[in-house]
């Protein structure tokens, strides 16, 4: 590590498109509980999941750029859609993680040969998790479908509500005839469905959050790059977004299950 490296006691840095992405925190908190993090989330330009490769790629350069210059010692994209469209034509260089392979892993270990993927339009298109999970079982049969109205659902708050069950029954009606035995939730915001999803699916079916597998994968990469924060070291976390919203607040507060969240708006450019 050269001199103008960040130490070990700098954050982790994790960004996302909205909120999701606390899901991914909420997982590093409870995986490496004495790690600062320093969250970006792109709200100003909520979803990426809709949105051209070349626009994402564009947006997740600046954003990597943004927690560079504040510090950080390593990045977690905790953004389905950048992960998949955006970091194989980027090198970045600090330590980075997306959620694609960690999530894919966690799916392809579990699976009984069935594998359902819930995901943004761009992530389904893109069919990330579809090559990263036959790289690991070729035997493996992985049906996809994009559920773009889960993203605004969660934004609003309704993660847990009879209108967040019908459009869940809707979308996924073809998995269920498929009888996929593992669900992939490839998007951030999708852990706060999972009571809708897995009663829409039955407890036949495994739910696969990558956010807990991207926080192991961390931890691992970390311990290996001798970049763990010091032991006894003040875990301080800080939040930034670029635009201020009420609802990203509450919905934090949520998540973290924590006391108010204060918010920084930033520009990233």
Request: glycine content about 8%; hydrophobic content about 45%.
């Amino acid at each position: 590590m050269s001199a103008a490296s960040p130490g070990r006691a700098a954050p982790i840095g994790v960004f996302d498109s909205g909120v999701g992405g606390l899901t991914v925190v909420a997982a590093l908190e409870r995986r490496l509980p004495g790690e600062s993090i320093l969250y970006l989330g792109d709200t100003a330009r909520l979803p990426y999941g809709t949105k051209s490769p070349a626009t994402v790629t564009a947006y997740t350069r600046r954003n990597l750029e943004f927690l560079a210059a504040r510090g950080v010692k390593a990045v977690v994209v905790a953004c389905n859609t950048a992960s998949a469209l955006a970091l194989p034509h980027l090198a970045p260089a600090l330590p980075t993680w997306g959620v694609i392979e960690p999530g894919a892993e966690r799916a392809a270990e579990r699976s009984r040969g069935r594998v359902g993927v819930i995901a943004t339009e761009a992530t389904v298109l893109s069919d990330a998790y579809g090559h990263a999970l036959r790289a690991r079982r070729a035997d493996l049969e992985v049906l996809s479908e994009a559920c773009p109205l889960f993203v605004p659902l969660v934004e609003e708050g309704w993660g847990d509500d009879p209108v967040a069950e019908l459009v869940a029954a809707r979308y996924l009606e073809p998995l269920r005839a498929a009888a996929i035995d593992t669900l992939v939730l490839g998007c951030t915001h999708y852990p706060l469905l999972a009571a809708v999803l897995q009663r829409v699916m039955g407890p036949q079916v495994e739910l696969v959050d990558s956010a807990e597998a991207v926080a192991d994968a961390v931890a691992r990469g970390l311990e290996q790059a001798d970049l763990l924060a010091p032991t006894g070291a003040p875990a301080e976390h800080h939040f930034c977004v670029t635009d201020a919203a009420q609802r990203f607040g509450r919905l934090a507060r949520q998540i973290l299950r924590a006391e108010p969240v204060s918010l920084e708006l930033v520009d990233v450019g």
